[in-house]
């Protein structure tokens, strides 16, 4: 099975910095794409950002300027670089998988990011 790993969540003051990195395992063919989704309390996941494997991104417009998809590491692995964070970036962040060989995406336990003013 797929394994997918979240780490870099955290607490943090407006105006801050955090990393989000993703590792997957498992067996994963060449046409997917990774990306981060969030959720806050009593409101649906949501799109944050998405990085396919031919290089593409996609960005939520309430990110864009401020957040950055990337491979770091392992071909299986992104981050999500978060700049100047606000209040309003509280969720909980999950990874995903989008395999085009699997028969529904992949997603992770999710990791908790506080933005505090």
């Known amino acids: 099975q797929v394994q997918l790993v979240e780490s870099g969540g955290g607490l943090v003051q407006a105006g801050g910095s955090l990393r989000l990195s993703c590792a997957a395992s498992g067996t994963i063919y060449g046409d997917n794409a990774m990306g981060w989704y969030r959720q806050a309390p009593v409101k649906q996941r949501e799109l944050v950002a998405v990085?396919?494997?031919?290089?593409?991104?996609t960005y939520a417009d309430s990110v864009k300027g401020r957040f950055t998809i990337s491979r770091d590491g392992a071909k299986n692995t992104v981050s999500l670089e978060m700049n100047s964070l606000k209040p309003e970036d509280t969720a909980v962040y999950y990874c995903n998988l989008d395999d085009a060989w699997a028969a529904a995406p992949y997603w992770g336990q999710g990791t908790q990011v506080t933005v505090s003013s």
């Open positions: 990085l396919t494997s031919g290089g593409r991104t």
